[in-house]
């Protein structure tokens, strides 16, 4: 995802901008960039790298540039491939730099208008018409603000912008619209940012920009105007940003961490993704719009976890899509010699983009002739992403723990926003794509208060796993994948042997298992299969199975001895598989603690398998 960090002071930026690079590399990139005005010559000076900040900072000290006032990025490629070029800031006539998170959904147009005024450009991005829109608009209005305002209001879709100019050489730029974008206060100075965890070397004072705020920042002032154009104050927060992502912080283990920042990272996922209740086709990548026009069915491949997500997204596509939707585990898939379907979208999923068995299946589907791929994954510059017609960054950030936890949850999230736009495509969710979008924009939230409130109920019943060796997970319909998901995390890190089944199959061979020493999970939502879910948890009753039960605030059946209900409060039915599958990471990480294995690192896994 890519980061941006500006400033404007009476000291050096320079060395501010890269550490702010440096507090943005856990969101992923391909490439990085810094502008300053240079003082003494009043014009703008830019570096721009393939790669690593620590290489931007290396280019840097040979041209020892100095400036109070300049912007940065991290940008990973959506339109055009990494390169210099495409690295941001982008430049127009020497008088304009840009950075820009977001998607412009309309830039192509843009970009003929203006190549017909003799407008030249040197990327292929998407970002580059902005620097060229706000040269065109002063040439004909000889006022930089006055251009930066009809520039933004010629752009269609979303977009969090900082800019500068030497024609207004200790001003800097800022708007958002559908991205997020933070202002830092500090003593003489301030600083804008996509992040607050860019800002907590320099100040921990922040300003959070509303949807269509207009900021114009300088050393000593600051002056916001609303999406109406009224000047406005914004309300400064105290921000408690203090460790790096790559640190564990307050927290045990990185699993634990991972965990807790999952409504970071959701949020993160819908950046720029959705704007005035709508999911924007965009966000898939240029090419997406026509893609996407010859689509009628859909196959997921991918592994473990990723395979679990899979399976999730299945019956959202075909319940709410109304496509037919495959998913196989892509080690299966790569050999068994699948029956080709050009019209099939081939989604790929992968945390690390590195997954040898992914990939190769990949490539497999390619070769026999289905249809165009899609990438979701969390690392920009991987190979799967590299490979595939179209990515989408789950942007969870930095993921330590060998068990997946922001990762997966990303991925549902990711998914869900693809189904939307298959939908819209299809003709199938028109009248309730806002309803949608508004669940979407609720979702951190949700997850936030539901980390609250579980926390310390699974904490204390994880005490009854102590001595348990084998245990059984339960789910019907779109919640089986979420059991497995759950009996897939208790396996990997407490060494307990867990298995998962639809619950109308119990009698067909699981029951025989249970009894007092044996715990039975099972993922209880109030749904339409719930009465046939109480059927088939009355029958490990009746067997003396313990049961515990997770269910939103009408639990289906009564505490006792023998059955211990965790109630989850109101689960929005469509966000279900996503709020549900937070209580049973907590459950596998406080059933490890107190099996006493290692939770970041289980024996004989690795966080990337890039073997077959």
Known sequence: ????????????????????????????YDSAGLAVIDQALQGLKRERIIGKVHKLEEALKQHSLYSPIGIAHTRWATHGKPSCENAHPHFAKDKVAVVHNGIIE????????????????????????????????????DCLETAFVRSLQALEGSYSVAMLSPLEPGKLFAARRGSPLVIGVGVGEHFVASDVAALVSVTQQVIFLEEGDVAYIQRD???????????????IHISHVQADAVE?????????????????????????????????????????????????????????????????????????????????VASEFRYRQPLPNPNALVVAISQSGETADTLAALHEAKRLGFGPSLAICNVPESSLVRAADMSLMTRAGIEIGVASTKAFTTQLLALLLLTVVLGKRNGTITEIEQSIVKSLESLPDAVDKLLNRVHMPIKNLAERFADKYHSLFLGRGIHYP???????????????????????????????????????????PNDALQEKLKSNLEEVHARGGQLFIFADHRAIMQPSDYIKVIELGEVDELLSPILYTIPLQL??????????TDVDQPRNLAKSVTVE
């Not at 890519?2 to 702010?20: K, S, T, Y």
């Not at 002032?221 to 309300?235: A, K, M, P, Q, T």
């Open 106 to 141: 309309n830039y192509q147009a843009l970009r003929t208008q203006l190549e017909t005024k003799g407008h030249v450009f040197e990327s292929e991005t998407d970002t580059e018409v902005i620097p060229h829109l706000i040269h065109e608009f002063w040439l004909e209005t």
């Open 248 to 328: 564990r912080g307050q927290y045990r283990h990185y699993m634990q961490k991972e965990i807790f920042e999952q409504p970071h990272a959701l949020r993160d996922t819908l950046e720029g993704r959705i704007h005035d209740g709508h999911v924007l086709e965009a966000a898939f990548g240029a090419s997406a719009h026509k893609l996407f026009e010859e689509i009628y069915a859909v196959q997921i491949i991918a592994c473990g976890t990723s395979y679990h997500a899979g399976l999730v997204a299945s019956h959202w596509i075909e319940t709410l899509a109304k496509l037919p939707c495959s998913v196989e």
């Open 587 to 596: 459950l596998a990480y406080h059933v490890a603690l107190i099996k006493g």
């Open 221 to 235: 002032s600051l002056v916001i105007h609303n999406s109406r154009g009224e000047v406005v104050e914004r309300e």
């Open 1 to 28: 995802m890519c980061g941006i960090i500006g400033a404007v002071a009476e000291r050096d930026v320079v060395p501010i901008l890269l550490e702010g690079l440096k507090r943005l590399e856990y969101r992923g």
């Open 482 to 524: 979420v059991a497995k998901e759950g009996a897939l995390k208790l396996k990997e890190i407490s060494y307990i042997h867990a298995e998962a089944y639809p619950a109308g199959e119990l009698k067909h061979g699981p029951l025989a298992l249970v009894d007092a020493d044996m715990p039975v999970i099972a993922v209880a």
